[in-house]
């Protein structure tokens, strides 16, 4: 669609300009640099790069010149005559023409100099070559400079156009200058158009749009005509008749009844009669306005008959004044309706009718009995309509006694609150509809104990509650809540205690056997080891099995190692007491943390060291001295990551 | 003013805490606080939340059809305001948490029996097997034998007085 293309065209250039723009752009977008010790056919292709690259340029901006400005013959007609009567159609299209030629004169252009550039046989005869495809080309746009600049002044008059839809629903005020359609315009819509004394304030089409019926409209102000034969008509009065004879629209001719416009009656009933064939088929109507200054009643004579005639031809009039406001309203809503009514059947008449009213159906309900079902209108609006047509009929005849209708009305809570000042309170409950209406100002409690009381409201609850109360009596009596709990006799407590018991053995020797498992210590030599379990041990845990062994039969129990000590401590006091010497039973062991040492503060040491060398291993988890195994050889927490601050040279 | 229940766990949110969530379906979710909230952004179903209200009541962990329950719910049909039905409607509301209480109480109460009994079943089984642990089968053999002597003596006894007789 054209309609909206006329701001989107894109700014044409100067011819100084384009040819600017086009070098330019060749300069910077092809490569720049040749030498003469290049092979020639890269001379060649560097050279004519640069032509077909000047020429190609110079073909797209002037095809998008070409197709963005609108062909007269593709847009509506409305928009054709109206750029003929502004631009001129013949300037237009003979510029649009003398673009298109310069066009094809750069690809000719173009395309010789590529040919010529195969006889190029040195860098300098290449360059020669483009130089003078270039200046060609530059000197067609040269003498492009008039049309270019006309075509840029179209363009920001085209765009500045206001956008009129032929299509759509319109309003169309034509009439002499200076009476008034302007204002009418101001008051329908809320285009601001410019309103003065003087003769062709308004100089082009001003568009407005307003509301009706939930549909959007088009109120079109034109300038004024003047009342002489169609040739001697000046561009502006030209831009009026184009709208009035294209657009298919509601035409409100406005006539002064006051002929303060400088302009009699006659003179305007003259142009009427002059410019009727362009309102044929159109819905007609007369706005006499400016009866402010000059009313229906004081006209004279004649001129009462000029609108009689009119509204005998079955034109009708308006008295109107755009100053009062007075008979606007009217005359719009008729004018909209007759458009309105004349595009319906004008549509019924066409063939896209079918199609919808194939899909429109209107359905009634059927009767299905006797009764009548008149619309609901409630008491109070039929009093305030009786109300409405006495008080009508009275103010006919006495103009005043409208104080019945004050009195009925209420008094607003507004009121209230400005007549008592500070002791207003708001008070919605007031308003509450009840059966007693002494409760209206309770306070309702909201919430218990977590719960909302508004949940619990239902008119049912009371019945329900009572049904529940009866179950629950059945169930206390039929015994569903007594404790059936079995107290343990006493085995079943013995059973449980044992039980009990087992369990927590059960987790010792768990928990041993991991500390067992867990760090493997280096191991003593079994003697040594042995030497810690003592017999009073065994006792203890053979009593808590429940075997008894407080008797003489413990003597077995007794270890070897003590005996021999005791023998060896005797060999020796004997030994040196006599000076004999005996066969040994056994020879002399000693444990090893006791050989060599010679008093407890050496012995102390000795246990202090023993100690410190078993630290190392006990710490990492070694089996022993020898144990060198290394579980993970590269942590990745001590090998990654980058440092705060620092060098990361060792790890 | 209402005390609303939080869309993940059911627990009541009482004016001035928790947050609303207003979906572009315009259901709007409560929350009672940012753990509800966080986990409702997290796409967690209540219903496999172990701690939810939602959990418990699907997999039968509380009372659920209960005449009792029925009580307490959101209607939307507007009563009138009524002070006698208000009154005796604040007074029904305590005797109803009461009898649902108690309803309650009994369900856990039987819900849990089936674990005592599991309890004393594994009691006895461990006592059969592991014995042993605490009490050896020497234990007591002593004294057993012990009185066996004494047994065997008091009957030679009897014999030395028939004899004697």
């Known amino acids: 669609m054209s309609l909206y293309n006329f701001k989107k065209i894109t700014v044409v250039p100067t011819s100084k300009e384009f040819i600017d723009i086009t070098l330019s752009k060749t300069q910077r977008k092809t490569p720049t640099v040749v030498h003469k010790n290049y092979h020639i056919s890269r001379i060649r292709s560097f050279y004519n790069r640069k032509v077909k690259f000047t020429q190609q340029n110079y073909h797209d901006r002037l095809s998008t010149i070409l197709t963005e400005f609108p062909k007269l013959e593709d847009v509506h007609p409305f928009y054709a005559d109206l750029m003929n009567v502004l631009y001129d159609k013949d300037h237009y299209k003979l510029a649009l023409g003398q673009i298109n030629t310069a066009k094809h004169l750069i690809d000719n252009v173009g395309r010789d100099y590529t040919r010529l550039m195969k006889y190029g046989d040195s860098l300098y005869r290449c360059k020669m070559l483009k130089r003078a495809a270039l200046g060609r080309m530059c000197t067609i746009m040269k003498r492009q400079k008039q049309t270019l600049e006309y075509l840029e002044e179209v363009r920001q008059h085209m765009s500045r156009l206001p956008s009129i839809d032929p299509n759509t629903r319109t309003l169309l005020i034509s009439g002499f200058p200076n009476v008034g359609k302007s204002s009418f315009i101001n008051k329908l819509t809320r285009a601001e158009v410019e309103v003065q004394p003087y003769a062709f304030t308004t100089k082009s089409l001003f568009v407005g749009h307003m509301d009706y019926r939930y549909l959007r409209w088009q109120v079109i102000d034109t300038p004024g005509i003047l009342d002489h034969p169609l040739e001697d008509r000046n561009t502006i009065e030209m831009l009026s008749i184009t709208a009035l004879a294209h657009l298919r629209a509601a035409v409100v001719y406005v006539m002064d009844v006051s002929e303060q416009c400088g302009e009699s009656m006659e003179s305007q009933i003259s142009l009427f009669n002059n410019i009727k064939p362009l309102f044929l088929n159109k819905p007609l109507f007369i706005m006499a306005n400016k009866t402010d200054i000059v009313s229906k009643e004081e006209l004279s004579e004649e001129n009462r008959k000029i609108f009689e005639n009119f509204e005998n031809e079955g034109i009708s009039v308006f008295w109107t004044s755009t100053v009062t406001g007075e008979g606007i309203m009217e005359l719009r809503q008729a004018a909209c309706d007759k458009l309105l009514l004349d595009r319906v059947e004008a549509k019924m008449r066409g063939k896209k009718v079918t199609g919808v009213l194939n899909r429109l159906r209107v359905a009634t309900p059927i009767q299905r009995d006797e009764k009548v079902r008149p619309p609901c209108i409630p008491e109070a609006v039929l009093k305030k309509r009786a109300a409405m047509a006495t008080t009508a009929n009275a103010s006919l005849s006495d103009i005043g006694s409208m104080t019945m209708e004050t009195d009925e009305r209420k008094k607003t809570e507004r009121e209230l609150e400005l007549e008592m000042d500070d002791e207003y309170v708001l008070d919605l409950q007031k308003w509450w509809d009840l059966k007693n209406p002494d409760e209206k100002h309770d306070t309702l409690p909201e919430v218990w104990e977590g719960h909302n009381i508004s949940d619990y409201i239902d008119p049912g609850i009371f019945k329900r509650l009572e049904d529940l109360e009866k179950e629950e009596g059945l169930r206390e009596e039929a015994g569903y809540y007594e404790d059936e709990r079995e107290s343990d006799d006493e085995e079943m407590k013995e059973i449980r205690q044992m039980a009990a018991k087992i369990r927590e053995k059960k987790a010792l020797r768990l928990q041993e056997s991991h500390l067992r498992r867990k760090v493997k210590k280096p191991k003593l030599p079994g003697i040594v080891a042995n030497k810690k379990k003592t017999p009073g041990e065994m006792v203890d845990k053979l009593g808590e099995l429940g075997i008894d062994l407080s008797e003489q039969r413990q003597a077995h129990f007794r270890s070897r190692s003590k005996t021999r000590q005791i023998l060896g401590k005797r060999k020796r006091s004997m030994s040196m007491d006599v000076g004999e010497s005996r066969s040994r039973v056994r020879s002399q062991s000693r444990s090893r943390n006791e050989s060599g040492v010679r008093d407890v503060a050496m012995q102390q040491k000795a246990r202090k060291l023993e100690k410190i060398s078993q630290r190392k291993m006990i710490r990492f988890g070694k089996a022993g001295e020898s144990d060198r195994h290394i579980p993970t050889e590269r942590p990745k927490h001590l090998n990654t990551g980058k440092r705060g601050v620092g060098k990361t040279q060792r790890r | ?165």
């Open chain 2, 1 to 165: 003013m209402r005390v609303e229940t939080c869309s993940f766990c059911s627990s009541p949110v009482y004016p001035g805490h928790g947050m609303n969530f207003v979906r572009n379906d315009c259901k709007v979710f409560r929350f009672c606080r940012g753990k509800c909230h966080k986990a409702f952004k997290k796409k967690r179903n209540p219903r496999k939340v172990k701690w939810t209200k939602a959990y418990r009541r699907s997999h039968g962990k509380e009372l659920t059809n209960d005449a009792s329950l029925e009580f307490e719910k959101k209607r939307n049909n507007p009563v009138k305001y009524d002070r006698e039905t208000w009154q005796k409607t604040v007074h029904a509301i305590r005797r109803i948490e009461e009898i649902k209480t108690k309803r309650h109480n009994h369900f856990i109460m039987n819900r849990l029996k089936v674990g005592k009994k599991v309890e004393t079943e594994a009691d006895i089984r461990e006592v059969k097997q592991n014995i042993n642990l605490i009490k050896s089968p020497a234990a007591g053999l002593l004294q057993k034998r012990q009185e066996e002597e004494l047994v065997e003596v008091l009957p030679e006894d009897d014999q030395e007085m028939e004899n004697v007789e």
